[in-house]
């Protein structure tokens, strides 16, 4: 109880030592040493950038679901190649960043070429944040996009059962002369871990993010989280976002529905069992030759035009500041993470 969302303030912890934390907890509650590490370096990666709703607020969530058997932390992903661009993968009900690594070398050849591939992942649980698999491609002169289901607590517009997760897709591109342009956004008015925390804080959410048991609009997360649903962001439009998502992530992978999802049997899991698709384009394929300075052009009119700023920049701003200066975790909170690894 004592997890909410990260402050500026607190104690600061390097990035390497948080990693090392963090692997001694998933490796303490069962999965591989590959496992651990990769989840940790996602997690700890997820809390440096300020992604708070999937940085270690989320380590109960994993230990729970590990607990309660429902996710294999030792699962051994198999990869099978459906055509000349195209890898199909069995995450075999384990996580799916190890899931997306064991194929991802593989990915990067097909693309490289084929100037297009496709990685659809099934029987994974996605518990984080995307950017972490996208930006790295773009780093690597690549176009990339991902989608990823989870479970139902999202309303279509107008309706009252959750048939949607909260859906989150991201985008990266390569920029000249500076970071990737990456934008990694739930489908939903606002993610479920968010709601989670306004609950634990005793905040309410914005009027028109979600409904109540009833299906009446409410502004208390609780309610939300109560029976109730949150909303597609931008009304319908959204809404086909939701439904785009749970055809790519799931519907195309093998993975399951966000609705399908039924961890009634294991009580304690929250990490969702669906699915996950990867597109990877090399757009100097385009022919242009000039493909990341237009991108630059672009976000520089965009700028001009009177954006503050892009998608991205919050997240390398204070990844600088917490690769400095350590990253501030609430003093309870590491108490909490040194109690679940044992120290
Ligand atoms: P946010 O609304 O916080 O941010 C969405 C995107 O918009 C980010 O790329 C963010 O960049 C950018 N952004 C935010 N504010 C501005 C602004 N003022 N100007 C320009 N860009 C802005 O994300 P969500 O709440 O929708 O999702 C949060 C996270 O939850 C995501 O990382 C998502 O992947 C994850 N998630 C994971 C799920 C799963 O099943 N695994 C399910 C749902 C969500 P920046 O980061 O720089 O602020
Ligand atoms: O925050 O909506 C969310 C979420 C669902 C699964 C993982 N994160």
């Not at 380590?59 to 099978?80: C, F, H, M, Q």
């Not at 661009?85 to 899931?99: H, M, Y």
């Not at 990266?172 to 709601?195: C, L």
């Not at 409904?211 to 609009?217: I, S």
């Amino acid at each position: 109880a004592a997890f909410a969302q990260t402050t500026e303030t607190g104690t600061p912890v390097a990035f390497a030592d948080l990693v090392a934390l963090l692997e001694r907890i998933f490796r303490r509650h069962g999965t591989s040493e590959r496992v651990a590490a990769i989840l940790a370096e996602n997690c700890a990666s997820c809390e440096r950038d300020g992604s708070t709703s999937h940085g270690v607020f989320r380590i109960p969530g994993y230990v729970n679901s590990l607990k309660s058997g429902w996710v294999d932390g030792r699962a051994e992903p198999t990869v099978e190649e459906a055509g000349p661009a195209f890898l199909r993968v069995d995450a075999a009900n384990g996580f799916a960043q190890p899931a997306f690594l064991a194929a991802r070398d593989r990915l990067l050849e097909m693309v490289r070429e084929s100037g297009v591939a496709v990685m659809a992942i099934r029987n994974s649980h996605h518990f984080s944040a995307l950017w972490p698999d996208v930006e790295p491609f773009a780093r690597e002169g690549l176009v990339a996009l991902s989608f990823v289901n989870s479970f139902a607590c999202v309303v279509p517009p107008g309706g009252k059962a959750a048939v949607y997760g909260t859906n989150p897709m991201a985008f990266a591109t390569p920029v000249a002369g500076g970071d990737p342009m990456v934008f990694d956004q739930a489908a939903s008015s606002m993610a479920n871990g968010d709601v989670r925390i306004a609950a634990r804080e005793g905040h309410t959410i914005p009027p028109g993010s979600g409904v109540d048991r009833d299906g009446k609009p409410t502004t208390d997360p609780k309610a939300v989280l109560d029976g109730g649903a949150l909303l597609p962001f931008g009304g319908h439009k959204g809404g086909s976002i939701a439904f785009m998502i749970e055809v790519l992530a799931a519907a195309l992978t093998g993975g399951k529905y966000s609705r399908e999802v039924d961890w009634s049997a294991h009580p304690g899991a929250e990490t969702p069992c669906t699915g996950q698709l990867f597109i990877v384009i090399d757009p100097e394929r385009g022919g242009t030759g000039a493909f990341a300075d237009r991108v630059a052009g672009l976000i520089g009119e965009v700028k001009q035009a009177g954006q503050d700023r892009m998608p991205g920049e919050r997240r390398y701003a204070r990844r600088v500041r917490t690769l400095r200066d350590g990253i501030p975790l609430a003093p309870a909170r590491l108490a909490e993470l040194r109690a679940l690894a044992g120290d």
